[in-house]
DNA sequence: AAACACTACAACCGCAGTCGA
DNA sequence: TTCGACTGCGGTTGTAGTGTT
């Protein structure tokens, strides 16, 4: 991150230490957020009141999660991505919630400790892969033809991929089916279709998402 | 052990929406 | 009604860390 150090029109850039997020944390306990420009003159930090916004959602905010997406906030990301991901709103949520509500951000209301920009990497990461990514996909193809060569030279009588463990970010046809889930998902226009969560992990998940969404926060007449 | 490739993540930028004067 | 300041979001970039060859 070195490049970015450098001051530009007497704003600090790049990475911040730990003296001002200290001062970041203090000032914004003090005033809230959501007035960042104010923030971030009365810190006396010389950082802009974007980059103070920033820093304190995406890392000084209290109750962040720190480490890797779960399997479940995998599946979780992937089913609301494929509700909203192609900015698909049904009417009446368009209509009642300002029209302007961002996939993100709505996207990590519903993981407790995530940060929209967390899923957003996460996502590009892990789901748009548009060429490079894919050599590394044929390489492990070709590691694990090599792989199954050997086994079968063992009498090899593997599981089925399926039930590999699902945390393992290298299995291969873990990753060939979330290139799949992208590259199948549905575009229904204004229409929620039951077909939308086929390939998309459990059920059951998704009836305790729905309920939640439908029964709790989506429930706009409050 | 070194070089290369890839992933994860922090941070910046530009744009659009909101709000108050 | 208009305009400027501010806020928030999506897209993108750069780098450190890790894995692979």
């Given at each position: ?104 951000s709505t996207i990590a209301r ?113």
């Amino acid at each position: 991150m070195s490049g970015r150090g450098v001051s530009e029109q007497c704003w600090t850039k790049g990475p911040w230490t730990p003296e001002e997020d200290k001062l970041l944390t203090l000032c914004v306990s003090q005033y809230g957020d959501g007035r960042w420009n104010f923030v971030a003159r009365s810190s006396g930090l010389n950082r802009n009141g974007k980059s103070c916004r920033l820093r304190w959602v995406n890392y000084l905010r209290p109750g962040l999660k720190r480490g890797h997406i779960t399997p479940q906030e995998e599946g979780i990301i992937i089913e609301l991505h494929a509700l909203w991901g192609t900015s698909i709103v049904p009417p009446s949520l368009s209509l009642s919630l300002s029209l302007s509500l961002s996939v993100w951000s709505t996207i990590a209301r519903y993981l407790p400790g995530r940060t929209d920009n967390e899923i957003k990497n996460y996502w590009r990461t892990h789901f748009k892969k548009p060429g490079k990514p894919f050599q590394k996909q044929e390489k492990k193809e070709k590691l694990s033809q090599k792989q199954h060569i050997l086994e079968e030279g063992n009498g090899g009588n593997k599981d089925s991929p399926m039930q590999a463990d699902p945390t393992c970010d290298d299995n291969i046809s873990d990753s060939q089916s979330k290139q799949e889930t992208v590259i199948t998902y549905p575009t229904v226009d204004n229409q929620f279709l039951p077909i939308m969560y086929q390939d998309i992990t459990s059920c059951s998940d998704i009836i305790v998402l729905d309920d939640y969404l439908w029964g709790g926060l989506w429930n706009l007449d409050i």
